[in-house]
């Protein structure tokens, strides 16, 4: 089951509409070159988890590509709605779920003269995918696939987009297909000069754990640097914060593929999904962690 909201000025509480009808026009450039901008966040136990960081990100998006959107009060009054419609329309009863809330920002229909109107902007709320849920479990298998760009190019080449959610998300989905055709199941890309970048829809984390010279261990939780374009994830923030309040040193890449070899826990970590162990690498098992999992599952389940 899905909820359908479109922010539209002229319904302050956001517009109610069929996600089964046609909605969009098929001329918005949303649809014809995916130009548009999106945020995908968790609801669950009546909240929209980092809500306010997804906000922000959606504002940086809409600065990056030159989009206009809504306030964040509209997002916020939008997405009131169709959480409340979602709960009106579950079954009774039903369990403790998991389910997805959509942004969605398009730049709308070109002229004859090359001048927008306004794109369409909505919430959605649906089911989490069960993919994401098993993989917590059962962690992933991820092939290294090389993005083929440098980790300068974010700098050099700002029409990139690099570090903006936009929607032309093809090649990561493209790069999901190949890791599943090879018998994987996610990504992690890389840079043309050999550095560790993201998931297709997840920031990568690697953990290490240490003994200081007065015996204590210490445990460091690093991430791939922002400078090499990739986009800053809510979860990893999340974690980040979560992490240095338990006392964990962190760390911001340059990270290797050979860092990841020689860590002992590598994760996938998004949103939805939430975090997900990598269990090899190109078909070779890695290390992993449960002790290290579950400290960071506890961190996760902490985010509000
Ligand atoms: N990197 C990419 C390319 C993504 O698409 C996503 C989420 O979909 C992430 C990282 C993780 O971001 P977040 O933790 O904010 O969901």
């Given at each position: 089951m ?12 956001g ?17 014809t ?17 980092k809500?306010?960081m ?11 590509t ?7 009060g ?15 329309a579950?079954?009774p009863?039903?369990?403790p ?16 003269d090359?001048?927008h ?12 995918p ?22 300068t190019?974010?700098e050099?080449?700002p ?26 199941d ?26 200081d010279?007065d ?8 991430t ?25 040193e ?42 290290l ?5 506890a ?6």
């Amino acid at each position: 089951m899905t909820v359908l909201v479109f922010v539209d000025p002229a319904h302050p509480g956001g517009r109610v509409a069929d996600p089964d009808a046609p909605q969009l026009s098929v001329l918005d450039a949303g649809v014809t070159r995916g130009d548009g901008i999106f945020e995908s966040a968790l609801y669950t136990g009546g909240r929209v988890r980092k809500l306010e960081m997804h906000l922000s990100r959606m504002a940086v998006s809409a600065q990056v590509t030159d989009l206009i959107i809504p306030s964040a009060g509209a997002w916020r009054a939008a997405i009131a709605t169709a959480v409340s419609q979602y709960d009106a329309a579950a079954s009774p009863g039903a369990g403790p779920s998991e389910s997805v809330v959509k942004l969605i920002a398009t730049r709308g229909a070109e002229s004859a003269d090359g001048v927008h109107d306004y794109g369409s902007a909505w919430v959605t709320v649906s089911p989490a995918p069960e993919l994401g849920l098993r993989q917590r479990e059962t962690g992933v298998d991820v092939l290294l696939l090389d993005r083929g760009y440098d980790s300068t190019v974010a700098e050099r080449a700002p029409w990139l987009l690099m570090g903006a959610k936009t929607l032309s998300y093809a090649v990561n989905m493209a790069a999901i297909r190949h890791a599943k055709r090879n018998g994987a199941d996610d990504v992690i890309f890389t840079s043309s000069d050999g550095r560790v970048l993201e998931g297709p829809t997840s920031t990568v984390l690697l953990a290490t754990r240490e003994t200081d010279a007065d015996g204590h261990e210490v445990k460091r939780l690093v991430t791939p640097t922002l400078e090499t374009g990739i986009l800053p994830g809510t979860t990893q923030g999340a974690i980040f914060a979560a992490a240095k309040s338990a006392g964990w040193e962190l760390g911001y890449g340059p990270v290797e593929p050979r860092h990841l070899r020689e860590a002992a826990g590598v994760w996938l970590v998004s949103s939805v999904r939430l975090l997900a162990p990598v269990n090899s690498l190109d078909g070779e098992a890695i290390s992993t962690d449960a002790e290290l999992t579950a400290d960071l599952s506890a961190m996760v389940d902490s985010i509000n």
